[in-house]
């Protein structure tokens, strides 16, 4: 099979996309909007960008009932602020519940059982029950499309980070296997993070600066 995105159906180009670039990290982010009610949604269009500045990215699509943008979006727009918090297998319903789209004034913590509780430098409430929490400052957002299959790349600047003690080794690793991640996959499919393998990296061949 070859195709060109431009030339192809959307909705294909998707399934090709979110089959292949697997499994995904999921972000689960937290925001609130400009009165302080708060929101909850999951993307899995999720990663790291950087360590120093630490900055995080996600990327809410169009919404495709009504090519509206989805709350989070209008949220970090309108408070340039944002929480991204881990999702666990013990959250995985939780998460996959906030995945709803919802009303404007639904508080998806509520719905889902979930207990917000104060960030320390943002007004978006962390997930208590996420053993990993990023607390973000708008540092970009980049508009890439507002057509069905388009989006946004939102840039966060890492304010705060917490994470719960019982999940650290070594003072500053996280051990997967006491994390207990879940991965997005296509469609309906999730994965867990339980077979693990290493490889040792060859040293570089680059030179140190002098």
């Known amino acids: 099979m070859q195709l060109r995105?431009?030339?192809?159906?959307?909705?294909?180009?998707?399934?090709?996309?979110?089959?292949?670039?697997?499994?995904?990290?999921?972000?689960?982010?937290?925001?609130v909007d400009s009165s302080g009610r708060p929101n909850l949604a999951p993307f899995s269009f999720f990663n790291a960008v950087c360590s120093n500045p630490a900055h995080l990215l996600f990327c809410p699509s169009v919404?495709?009932?009504?090519?509206?943008?989805?709350?989070?979006l209008h949220n970090v727009r309108a408070t340039g602020e944002f929480v991204v918090n881990i999702v666990t297998e013990d959250l995985a319903e939780a998460m996959n519940t906030t995945a709803t789209e919802f009303p404007r004034e639904t508080n998806e913590f509520d719905v889902a059982g979930l207990t917000?509780?104060?960030?320390?430098?943002?007004?978006a409430p962390r997930v208590a029950?996420?053993?990993?929490?990023?607390?973000?400052k708008v540092a970009q957002i980049i508009e890439i499309g507002n057509q069905p299959g388009g989006?946004?790349?939102?840039?966060?600047?890492?304010?705060?980070?917490h994470v719960a003690e019982d999940v650290l080794f070594g003072g500053d690793k996280i051990d997967p296997l006491k994390l207990h991640p879940i991965g997005r996959?296509?469609?309906?499919?999730?994965?867990?993070?339980?077979?693990?393998?290493?490889m040792v990296r060859a040293p570089s061949q680059i030179r140190p600066k002098d």
């Not at 919404?63 to 989070?72: F, H, N, V, W």
């Not at 917000?116 to 007004?123: A, C, E, M």
Request: with cysteine; hydrophobic share 35%; charged share 20%.
């Open 185 to 198: 996959m296509a469609g309906t499919t999730y994965t867990h993070v339980n077979d693990l393998f290493e």
């Open 129 to 136: 029950e996420s053993p990993i929490n990023f607390e973000c």
């Open 116 to 123: 917000p509780i104060p960030s320390d430098s943002v007004r």
């Open 151 to 161: 989006g946004s790349i939102v840039i966060g600047k890492v304010l705060m980070i």
């Open 63 to 72: 919404r495709s009932t009504d090519l509206g943008q989805k709350d989070t």
């Open 5 to 31: 995105p431009d030339e192809g159906n959307w909705r294909t180009v998707y399934k090709l996309m979110i089959g292949a670039i697997v499994p995904r990290p999921i972000g689960w982010i937290s925001t």
